[in-house]
């Protein structure tokens, strides 16, 4: 006898890439239309890139929400000058929309307002304990550290506070590292402070492999990231079954829409998990991976893609 | 204040030991702190035959005590529900144990120690990713924290920047082993490895590591993937994943980080006339000769900082010394220098 839950909602999670404005705005015309509930918005990575800037991001943000989806405005994960201050506090304070946090000063921000918001990928959540402190300041979701496994997922699961919803990144290039150091520009021999925005040549992160030609990372900016794809859409019943609330699909450059599509119709009970991951994974550059799920090294895939 | 007055109060320095001749090296020469952790995962050096049991805790925290020196117990990795007991009993072991501050990174430790033993002062862990004054300010209201170790991230001008606003004293890396990442969000170690900094305090283990004579070089590999390969007669360091030679672009370079470490000594005088509260050490993993030779040279560095920072300039025989016991034989100023970034 299986207990029935409630079908996850489907989010999308920030561009962590650096795209220009008219490309940022196409995509979120498809999105728009996509069936997605939930769309986190914003400039996560580096607080150079404009591709838009707060008026422009807000006004997508309406535009979004006019479409009928649950709009949620991401904060920078590594805040250091006094400018990226200032503008995280324009978004914890733009009292419309409810704010994802990715570093611990904006909870501070957040909660002193006595606003309710999101805990992000950035904030080490990692046990029940340190969950209900900050659902105690006004956590309303938490989005899953992608380095726990299932296992852990369930501990927590069992002791998770009251009102407090979970959300698991199920889908991209998993976000692995921040550093004060750009990669990008140290590829290309320039300082960061002169950067010439080279990251706009690299709408999925520049790879970086062994020297056997193995892929394993991709360089974003400050961000390092996996770069094989982290797909879980196999384990739909494993997440249904822990009570999952949200499932994340972080965008990539191309086929976002269709992995949306994917995971919205497996959700429905419309196509066969399984097949539709195999061939979402056959399109994958470095190939899929799922090992933190399974409690194992991230890169590896560990259930069978015969 | 100026760069030539004497500042209140001196600089700390804060020196680490895996055991106990590298505690009591440390205090014969000149650490005014020492700061350890004990033999299991609620550390970020849970390194095989590393750290402190309940005997010599004990005795480390006697040693230095009775010659006026302070020992920290570092409890800076993240515990998962399933291990919450070891955490637990840890923080109750150092308060117990009598010593002067934990480190800790995590907000369930932090909450836990600041409830069962409000006596115990806390520091937020340079795990603990504060990076910015805001989030200093959460954890020193939240947990009432009387210092924070800032990540290896921030430029001299922001860290100046963060003190001013600062409600706690600042402790920063001097010297040591070089995190390029932002301390408590890599989790590189783990995609390749299945073990990270965060869940089982470990960076690139030993476990993970393999060393192979090859017709092409000698070959270093972790977790099966081939971090770097020397040329015979180059120097061959430990394959910590972010310092190895990789390839993006056509181009093989280091792409993340070089095999490198950090040295701050040439800084001292900016980092004393802008009021930090404490310098520290890295390496709990070294040998008791590590701990005895920088704590030497920092000592003398700090002390003769104090006496004229306007004359002050590291000597050349306190670099060579250094230098014998860098990481790739070379060091860098890190984020400090703002080209580094």
Not at chain 1, 90 to 119: H, P
Not at chain 2, 127 to 139: D, L, M
Not at chain 2, 274 to 302: C, D, H, L, N
Request: aromatic residues 8%; proline residues 6%.
């Amino acid at each position: 006898m299986t207990i029935e839950a409630r079908t996850p909602k489907l989010a999308l999670g920030p561009v962590l890439y650096y795209w220009p404005k008219e490309k940022l705005l196409d995509f979120y015309e498809q999105i728009a239309a996509s069936p997605v509930d939930i769309v986190y918005l914003g400039e996560t990575i580096c607080s150079k890139r404009r591709a838009l800037n707060t008026e422009e991001w807000l006004a997508l943000a309406e535009r979004l929400s006019a479409a009928g989806k649950e709009v949620v405005l991401s904060t920078m994960a590594l805040l250091e000058a006094e400018s990226e201050l200032k503008a995280l506090h324009r978004w914890c304070e733009n009292g419309r929309f409810t704010v994802e946090a990715n570093d611990m000063g904006a909870v501070r921000l957040l909660s002193v307002r006595g606003a309710s918001f999101v805990l992000g990928t950035g904030i080490n959540v990692y046990n029940d304990r340190t969950l209900r402190f900050l659902a105690g300041l006004g956590a309303k979701r938490w989005v899953m550290p992608v380095e726990l496994s299932a296992e852990t997922l369930a501990a927590m699961q069992a002791e998770r506070p009251a009102g407090v919803e979970t959300e698991v990144f199920v889908y991209g290039r998993l976000p692995l590292a921040y550093s004060a150091r750009c990669f990008t520009a140290r590829h290309h021999d320039l300082p960061k402070d002169d950067c010439r925005f080279r990251c706009l040549d690299y709408p999925e992160g520049l790879t970086v492999s062994t020297r056997e030609g193995q892929a394993f990372l991709a360089l974003n900016g400050i961000q390092t990231q996996s770069a094989q794809t982290c797909n879980l859409l196999r384990e739909l019943a494993e997440l249904r079954q822990l009570k999952v609330d949200v499932l994340r699909v972080s965008p990539q450059a191309e086929g976002t829409e269709a992995v949306l599509d994917a995971f919205a119709a497996c959700l429905r009970g419309e196509r066969d998990p399984d097949q539709a991951a195999r061939t979402l994974n056959a399109t994958l550059p470095h190939g899929a991976c799922d090992g933190y799920w399974q409690g194992q090294p991230g890169l590896r895939q560990v259930t069978e893609t015969a | 204040m100026s760069i030539l007055s004497t500042p209140s109060k001196p600089l700390e320095l804060v020196c680490p030991a895996g055991n106990l001749p590298s505690l009591k090296t440390a205090v014969d020469h000149g650490a005014d702190s020492v700061y350890i952790g004990f033999r299991n995962d609620t550390n970020a050096r849970h390194f095989p035959g590393l750290n402190f049991d309940a005997k010599t805790a004990s005795q480390g925290v006697q040693y230095a005590h009775a010659k006026g020196r302070r020992v920290f117990v570092a409890l800076n990795t993240f515990p998962q529900p399933s291990g919450w007991e070891r955490w637990q009993r840890a923080v109750d072991q150092a308060a117990d144990l009598g010593v002067d501050a934990v480190i800790a990174a995590d907000i369930s430790v932090l909450d836990y120690a600041r409830r069962r033993h409000p006596d115990l002062p806390l520091h937020l862990s340079v795990q603990g990713s504060a990076t910015n004054y805001e989030a200093i300010r959460f954890y020193h209201e939240h947990f009432g924290i009387r210092r924070v170790v800032l990540p290896r991230v921030l430029s001299l001008p922001q860290v100046r920047h963060v003190l001013e606003n600062s409600p706690v004293g600042l402790e920063v890396f001097g010297f040591g082993g070089l995190c390029i990442m932002v301390e408590g969000r890599c989790l590189l170690s783990s995609y390749v490895t299945g073990e990270s900094p965060n869940m089982c305090g470990v960076c690139s283990p030993a476990k993970a590591v393999r060393w192979e004579e090859t017709p092409r070089g000698l070959e270093t590999r972790l977790g099966g993937l081939l971090i770097d390969r020397h040329a015979p007669g180059e120097p061959a360091g430990y394959p910590t994943l972010c310092k190895g030679r990789f390839t993006v672009a056509d181009q093989t370079y280091y792409a993340i980080e070089e095999p490198t470490s950090l040295n701050t000594l040439e800084l001292l005088p900016e980092l004393q006339d802008m009021g930090i509260a404490a310098i520290k050490i890295e390496g709990r993993q070294r040998s008791p000769a590590y701990v005895t030779q920088v704590t030497k040279v920092w000592r003398a560095a700090i002390d003769a900082c104090r006496r004229n920072a306007a004359a002050y300039a590291p000597k050349p025989e306190w670099l060579r010394e250094l230098g014998k016991v860098s990481e790739g034989r070379q060091t860098t100023l890190g984020a400090y220098h703002r080209t580094w970034q």
